[in-house]
C-alpha cells in the first residue's frame, strides 16, 4: 500500500488538476483542438495518477503544461481559478487524500472505520448538547473529536477506538 506522503503527493496534484482543468473545459468549450489538448493533459496526468506505481513526476510535468497554459491564455480571465492559501491548500488536499487512503483499504477495514466514525459523531454531537458541560471540558470534547477524526484519516484504528474512549471519559468527568 502506498504510503502517506505518497497519497498526499497524489491528492495535491489532483487536487489542482481538478480545479484548474475545469476552467480550461469551460474557457475552451468551443475549440476542438484545444479540447484535445486539454484532454492530452488531464488525461495523461489522470493515467500517470492512476499508474501502479504512481508516475508522481510526469504528472507534476502535465499539471504544470496545463498550468502555463492557462497562465498564457486566461491569466486575467476573472474566473481564472488562484492558487489556495496555504492553510485552504492543505484542508482541500486533505479531502482528496482521505478518499485515496479510503480506496487503498480492505472492505472489512473500511467498514469498521465507518462504524467508529458513525460512533465519534453520535458521541460528539450528544456531548456538545450538554449544557451542564463546563467550557474547559466543550474543549477537551472537541480536541479528542479531532484526534480521533485524525487517526480515521490516517487508517489508525485503535487509535481512533483510544480518542473516543477518552471523549468519553472527558463527558462523565465534565
Do not use: N
Not at 498526499?8 to 475552451?28: P, T
Not at 472537541?142 to 481512533?160: C, N, Q, S, V
Amino acid at each position: 500500500m502506498a504510503d502517506l506522503y505518497e497519497i498526499w503527493q497524489r491528492a495535491e496534484v489532483a487536487r489542482r488538476l481538478d480545479v484548474l482543468s475545469g476552467f480550461v473545459a469551460m474557457c475552451v468549450a468551443g475549440d476542438g483542438d484545444a479540447r484535445r489538448r486539454l484532454a492530452r493533459l488531464a488525461d495523461g496526468a489522470e493515467a500517470a495518477l492512476a499508474a501502479s506505481p504512481p508516475d508522481l513526476e510526469l504528472a507534476q510535468r502535465h499539471l504544470d503544461a496545463l498550468v502555463r497554459w492557462a497562465d498564457t491564455e486566461w491569466a486575467d480571465h476573472p474566473y481564472r481559478p488562484v492558487e489556495a492559501r496555504p492553510d485552504e491548500a492543505d484542508r482541500q488536499t486533505r479531502d482528496y487524500a482521505k478518499d485515496l487512503r479510503h480506496g487503498a483499504l480492505p472492505d472489512p477495514v473500511r467498514d469498521e472505520m465507518g462504524r467508529i466514525e458513525l460512533g465519534l459523531e453520535v458521541r460528539f454531537l450528544a456531548l456538545c448538547r450538554r449544557p451542564d458541560l463546563d467550557c474547559r471540558a466543550r474543549e477537551d470534547v472537541f480536541y479528542t473529536a479531532g484526534r480521533a477524526a485524525m487517526a480515521l484519516d490516517l487508517g489508525h484504528l485503535e487509535a481512533a477506538e483510544r480518542e473516543l474512549r477518552r471523549m468519553e471519559r472527558v463527558g462523565c468527568e465534565g
